[in-house]
């Protein structure tokens, strides 16, 4: 019996995927949990009635029927510390818990995915109400029960716009589909899911703005061997595995990116591999700095073990300038060699080196840089070293394409010039401040996951005061000179 609701009683917000959890979960369950159609009800957007009427006659039916049966009693949406929130009306805590116990079935489970909402990562519900908390004190009639809630008494359960649906239910069916098959023997017990479903939680959770949420599992068993949930048959007509590449957290949609989230399968998940609906699906892996797209068709009665190399590749800088993923902004240090012809009172060419931070936000990408550089020149009698520091901030606007992407930048900064001589007369050094303004194009090529070389034409513009050697004279203006720089990026 699976029931979902996506509203709840004043002043709960309404929920976004309740009910779709509860879709799934019935889908789920019917094809990997063995259930029959016949044996399936599913209940989305009824009252306490509706749910308190439905499952007393399931009870009915399954004391009639004798022999070893299974009763499993699913839930999403809103609840408090007495009772569910099923639209405007209420179910009693209590009144749930007996239905549950007091059903003739051998085994009972109970999954409660109880939860309030808000933004991105919904908090389920209005008013900061801890969830409740489902406690077994008494004996259990029959084999054994198990409770499983999204939650602890103490905490929020919470649900994203990313997998479109809730945490706890998405690692649930995800460990159902085989992600928690940790021993790879096709079948995934009780256990084994809850355990699954637990880690996941956790750490999808630890992301979130509203903190960790721990789900619970309470069981009272006698006599009985763990419940084996879901039976992953590589032989199945109708359904296919996928084998997913270690190191990468994987979320797969239905069909396309716009489709349904189907399952997901942590960086660190020992098992693999997923036992899916024969169709096309939309992968999309993330690595430490690089997000892997595209899509794979998985034939009926077939094994699709996912190549990385046949994907697309996007690096979170361009992630960012496009306005995908959580991300807002993607750092980055780069490091250059740079030269720069002579200034129009300078015949020397200076040759140095720039360090910076380049900080890729949405519209604009920013570097604040150091750079140096040392050049000389030489006359009869004469030769000058010229030292030249630079403090400098860079915004860019980029282009992604394909194969590389293009930049157009413009440079403010300051820079400091000291020149010494070396002569048999008298020729006192001389350190003078600049301002500078540099406009620049530039080119980027990805070389890996985290790092990138780069290129870089500029035309520098620097604005001191400058004194004639011959007449002594000084005048402040402008100079001109090209730059060029040559370096590589490694992302943070």
């Given amino acids: 019996m699976v029931v979902g609701n996506d ?63 299974v009763l499993i009693v699913y839930y999403s949406g809103h609840a408090d510390a007495a009772a ?7 179910l009693e805590l209590a009144e749930l818990e007996q239905l549950v116990r007091g059903s003739a079935a051998r085994f009972r489970l109970l999954i409660v995915d109880a939860c309030r909402s808000g933004a991105l990562t919904r908090v389920k519900g209005g008013a900061p109400v801890p969830p409740f908390e489902i406690r077994i004190d008494e004996r259990i009639a029959g084999e054994g029960a198990v409770f499983l809630t999204s939650s602890s008494a103490s905490e929020d359960s919470q649900e994203s716009d990313e997998i479109k649906g809730s945490f706890f239910s998405h690692a649930l069916i995800s460990a159902l589909l085989g992600a928690a098959d940790e021993n790879g023997d096709g079948k995934v ?24 949420q721990h789900p619970t599992f309470q069981y009272e068993l ?17 359904r296919a595995q996928v084998e997913l590449p270690p190191g990468r957290a994987w979320l ?20 693999r591999r997923l036992s899916l609906r024969a169709g096309r699906y939309f992968l999309r892996g993330r690595g430490p700095e690089v ?15 996912i190549d990385e190399g046949l994907l697309q590749r996007t690096a979170y800088a361009r992630l960012v300038r496009k306005g995908g993923g959580a991300a807002s902004a993607v750092s980055s240090v780069e490091a250059s060699g740079r030269l720069r012809s002579a200034l129009l ?19 604009l990408t920013l570097t604040p840089r150091l750079g140096y550089c040392r050049g000389g020149s030489s006359a009869p009698g004469i030769a000058a070293t010229l030292d030249e520091g630079d403090l400098e901030l860079a915004l860019a606007h980029v282009w992604d394409l394909r194969v590389v992407s293009l930049e157009v930048s413009v440079t403010a900064g300051g820079s400091l010039f000291a020149q010494r001589f070396r002569t048999s007369g008298v020729a006192p ?36 005061r400058s004194t004639d050697s011959a007449t002594g004279r000084t005048s402040f203006g402008p100079s001109f000179a090209l730059r060029t720089a040559l370096g590589v990026g490694l992302r943070l």
């Fill in 7 to 69: 509203l709840g009683q004043p002043p709960d917000a309404a929920l976004s995927y309740a009910e779709t959890d509860a879709a799934r979960m019935a889908e789920v369950l019917q094809e990997v949990g063995g259930v029959r159609p016949e044996n399936l009800i599913a209940l989305r957007g009824q009252d306490a009635a509706t749910v308190r009427r439905t499952m007393i006659a399931v009870n009915d039916r399954i004391r009639a029927a004798g022999g070893q049966t």
């Fill in 84 to 90: 569910l929130h099923l639209g405007q009306s209420g």
């Fill in 189 to 212: 017990t009780l256990d084994e899911a809850y355990r699954y479903a637990y880690e996941a939680t956790l750490r999808a959770s630890s992301r979130t703005l509203f903190g960790l």
């Fill in 429 to 464: 050094r001389r350190t003078t401040a600049a301002l500078q303004l540099t406009p620049a194009v530039g080119a980027t090529r990805e070389l890996g996951e985290q790092s990138y070389l780069f290129v870089q034409l500029s035309g520098a513009t620097f604005l001191f």
């Fill in 345 to 363: 009172n300078d015949a020397g060419v200076c040759a140095g080196a720039a360090v910076g931070v380049s900080i890729a936000l949405r519209a």
């Fill in 291 to 305: 997000l892997l797209e595209g899509s794979v068709d998985a034939p009926a009665g077939g094994v699709v073990a």
């Fill in 252 to 271: 797969l949609f239905q069909n396309s990116q716009e489709g349904a989230v189907v399952a997901e399968v942590g960086a660190h998940d020992r098992s």
């Fill in 222 to 238: 006698r006599g009985q061997g763990d419940l084996v949930l879901a039976t992953l048959n590589l032989n199945a007509p109708s």
